[in-house]
Protein backbone atom coordinates (compact mmCIF):
# COMPACT_ATOMS: atom_id res chain seq x y z
CA UNK A 1 0.00 0.00 0.00
CA UNK A 2 2.52 2.20 0.76
CA UNK A 3 4.46 2.23 -2.18
CA UNK A 4 1.75 4.45 -4.15
CA UNK A 5 3.11 7.27 -1.78
CA UNK A 6 6.53 6.63 -1.22
CA UNK A 7 7.37 6.21 -4.83
CA UNK A 8 5.48 8.75 -5.65
CA UNK A 9 7.36 11.89 -7.56
CA UNK A 10 9.57 13.39 -4.66
CA UNK A 11 8.56 16.93 -6.30
CA UNK A 12 5.16 16.78 -5.07
CA UNK A 13 6.07 17.04 -1.61
CA UNK A 14 8.81 19.43 -1.95
CA UNK A 15 7.92 23.04 -0.31
CA UNK A 16 8.17 26.14 -2.27
CA UNK A 17 7.49 29.41 -1.34
CA UNK A 18 5.16 31.98 -3.83
CA UNK A 19 5.21 35.78 -2.89
CA UNK A 20 2.21 37.79 -3.65
CA UNK A 21 0.47 40.98 -3.08
CA UNK A 22 -2.56 41.23 -0.84
CA UNK A 23 -4.28 44.68 -0.17
CA UNK A 24 -0.85 46.39 -1.12
CA UNK A 25 1.09 44.14 1.44
CA UNK A 26 3.72 41.81 0.29
CA UNK A 27 3.42 38.23 1.70
CA UNK A 28 4.60 34.65 1.03
CA UNK A 29 3.13 31.62 1.35
CA UNK A 30 5.10 27.98 1.78
CA UNK A 31 3.53 25.10 0.98
CA UNK A 32 4.00 21.79 -0.73
CA UNK A 33 4.18 21.76 -4.25
CA UNK A 34 1.17 19.26 -4.53
CA UNK A 35 -1.08 21.83 -3.16
CA UNK A 36 0.26 24.60 -5.63
CA UNK A 37 -1.27 22.37 -8.53
CA UNK A 38 -4.32 22.22 -7.24
CA UNK A 39 -4.59 25.74 -6.43
CA UNK A 40 -3.45 26.21 -9.95
CA UNK A 41 -6.41 24.13 -10.93
CA UNK A 42 -9.08 25.72 -8.94
CA UNK A 43 -7.81 29.24 -10.47
CA UNK A 44 -8.00 28.28 -13.82
CA UNK A 45 -11.50 27.25 -13.69
CA UNK A 46 -12.48 30.39 -12.80
CA UNK A 47 -10.19 32.20 -15.03
CA UNK A 48 -7.94 33.27 -12.73
CA UNK A 49 -3.73 32.44 -11.35
CA UNK A 50 -3.37 31.67 -8.54
CA UNK A 51 -2.26 34.92 -6.77
CA UNK A 52 -5.85 36.20 -7.70
CA UNK A 53 -7.44 33.28 -6.43
CA UNK A 54 -5.26 33.07 -2.90
CA UNK A 55 -6.08 37.09 -2.74
CA UNK A 56 -10.28 36.26 -3.36
CA UNK A 57 -9.91 33.37 -1.07
CA UNK A 58 -8.44 35.53 1.42
CA UNK A 59 -11.07 38.29 1.08
CA UNK A 60 -13.92 36.50 1.22
CA UNK A 61 -12.65 34.68 4.11
CA UNK A 62 -12.29 37.95 6.07
CA UNK A 63 -15.77 38.96 4.81
CA UNK A 64 -17.18 35.81 6.06
CA UNK A 65 -15.58 36.47 9.63
CA UNK A 66 -12.83 33.89 9.63
CA UNK A 67 -9.56 34.26 11.54
CA UNK A 68 -6.61 33.62 9.17
CA UNK A 69 -4.29 32.70 11.70
CA UNK A 70 -2.59 30.15 9.94
CA UNK A 71 -3.65 31.28 6.38
CA UNK A 72 -1.27 28.77 4.91
CA UNK A 73 -2.91 25.74 6.79
CA UNK A 74 -6.49 27.60 5.17
CA UNK A 75 -5.68 26.88 1.44
CA UNK A 76 -4.00 23.45 1.89
CA UNK A 77 -7.66 22.42 3.44
CA UNK A 78 -9.53 24.57 0.14
CA UNK A 79 -7.61 22.29 -2.19
CA UNK A 80 -8.24 19.01 -0.16
CA UNK A 81 -11.80 20.13 -0.06
CA UNK A 82 -11.74 20.67 -3.57
CA UNK A 83 -10.33 17.16 -4.01
CA UNK A 84 -12.98 15.92 -1.89
CA UNK A 85 -15.93 17.62 -3.29
CA UNK A 86 -14.61 16.73 -6.71
CA UNK A 87 -14.90 12.62 -5.52
CA UNK A 88 -18.49 12.69 -4.17
CA UNK A 89 -19.24 14.70 -7.61
CA UNK A 90 -20.35 18.17 -6.42
CA UNK A 91 -17.36 19.80 -8.35
CA UNK A 92 -17.83 18.30 -11.78
CA UNK A 93 -14.41 16.65 -13.05
CA UNK A 94 -14.57 18.76 -16.12
CA UNK A 95 -12.40 21.55 -15.80
CA UNK A 96 -14.36 23.56 -18.19
CA UNK A 97 -16.99 24.25 -15.67
CA UNK A 98 -16.09 27.51 -13.52
CA UNK A 99 -16.78 26.95 -9.83
CA UNK A 100 -18.19 30.00 -9.53
CA UNK A 101 -20.90 28.67 -11.62
CA UNK A 102 -22.38 26.00 -8.64
CA UNK A 103 -25.05 26.10 -6.42
CA UNK A 104 -23.12 26.17 -3.54
CA UNK A 105 -25.55 26.78 -1.03
CA UNK A 106 -26.96 23.84 -2.24
CA UNK A 107 -23.72 21.68 -1.48
CA UNK A 108 -23.22 22.77 1.87
CA UNK A 109 -26.87 22.29 2.36
CA UNK A 110 -26.32 18.62 1.14
CA UNK A 111 -23.04 18.35 3.09
CA UNK A 112 -24.77 19.34 6.21
CA UNK A 113 -27.59 17.09 5.80
CA UNK A 114 -25.19 14.22 5.66
CA UNK A 115 -23.28 14.61 8.54
CA UNK A 116 -27.16 15.27 10.74
CA UNK A 117 -27.77 11.59 9.20
CA UNK A 118 -24.38 10.62 10.21
CA UNK A 119 -24.77 11.45 13.68
CA UNK A 120 -28.08 10.04 14.10
Known amino acids: MCKLFIHANPELWSSATHSLRIDGMVTSVRMEHYFWLILEEIATRDGMNTAQLITRLYHESIDAGHDLG ?13 QALQLSGDI ?20 SRSRRSQVH
Open 70 to 82: NFTSFLRVCALRY
Open 92 to 111: PAQHEVPIATLDAEEILFRE
